[in-house]
């Protein structure tokens, strides 16, 4: 059974940084593209941030430079340092590994910025 479990999500001030980690399920987190999404309320799920397992990553516009995804194998977790948050960064994040033609979501987890 895949589990993905997010954490670190909270409210924090514009300007602020927080972390959120990701928890796979090992069978998972080695063979497949893990990534970051986020959701606004009555908005389609975007993608943020992805990683491969080679390490390869790719960002949206809207957050490079400031966000930075990462992935660390011995503990099958995968990392979003996110710095210079801004009040539109507001949403839910969802934790997604991707193995084609399967995807899994976490439960997601909530990121207020206050301006």
């Known amino acids: 059974q895949v589990q993905l479990v997010e954490s670190g999500g909270g409210l924090v001030q514009a300007g602020g940084s927080l972390r959120l980690s990701c928890a796979a399920s090992r069978t998972i987190f080695s063979i497949a593209r893990m990534g970051w999404y986020r959701q606004y309320p009555g908005k389609q799920r975007e993608s943020v941030a992805t990683?491969?397992?080679?390490?390869?990553?790719n960002y949206g516009d809207s957050v490079k430079g400031r966000f930075t995804i990462s992935r660390d194998s011995a503990k099958n977790t995968v990392y979003l340092q996110m710095n210079g948050l801004k009040p539109e960064d507001t949403a839910v994040y969802y934790c997604n590994a991707d193995k084609w033609p399967v995807k899994y979501w976490g439960q997601g987890t909530q990121v207020t910025v206050s301006s």
């Open positions: 990683i491969t397992t080679s390490g390869t990553t």
